[in-house]
């Protein structure tokens, strides 16, 4: 079992940057897919980005592509989320959740274990 910790988040001008990191504070995150999920007040849970168990294939929702970038540092037990160019739409609470499933497609990740999530506020 993997527990997560996410930092990272914070308030920021449009088109400012901020980069969220998922620590996987027991454990590793070896075999396991890992994704950001968001979530703004009133509205459905969106998968943002997700990375399969090797970091070889990613998956972006439609709203973040070209903005956010996900990527996988296994000697750290880290995943990053690298979020660019923000819009004032981005601002929710981010979670970071895993799934111990070797070869997942990420666009699939539903997510087993869940960090706390870290609040992302960007203004206009």
């Known amino acids: 079992q993997v527990q997560l910790v996410e930092s990272g988040g914070g308030s920021v001008q449009a088109g400012g940057s901020l980069r969220l990191s998922c620590a996987a504070s027991q454990g590793t995150f070896t075999g396991y897919a890992v994704g950001w999920f968001r979530q703004a007040p009133g509205k459905e849970r969106e998968k943002v980005a997700a990375?399969?168990?090797?970091?070889?294939?990613?998956y972006y929702g439609d709203s973040v592509k070209g903005r956010f970038t996900i990527s996988k540092d296994s000697a750290k037990n880290t995943v990053y989320l690298q979020m660019s160019n923000l819009k004032p739409e981005d601002t929710a609470i981010h979670y970071c959740?895993?799934?111990?499933?070797?070869?997942?497609?990420?666009?699939?990740?539903?997510?087993?274990?869940w960090g706390q999530g870290t609040q992302v506020t960007v203004s206009s």
């Open positions: 990375i399969n168990s090797s970091g070889g294939r990613t």
């Open positions: 959740a895993a799934e111990r499933q070797v070869g997942l497609e990420p666009k699939f990740l539903r997510g087993d274990y």
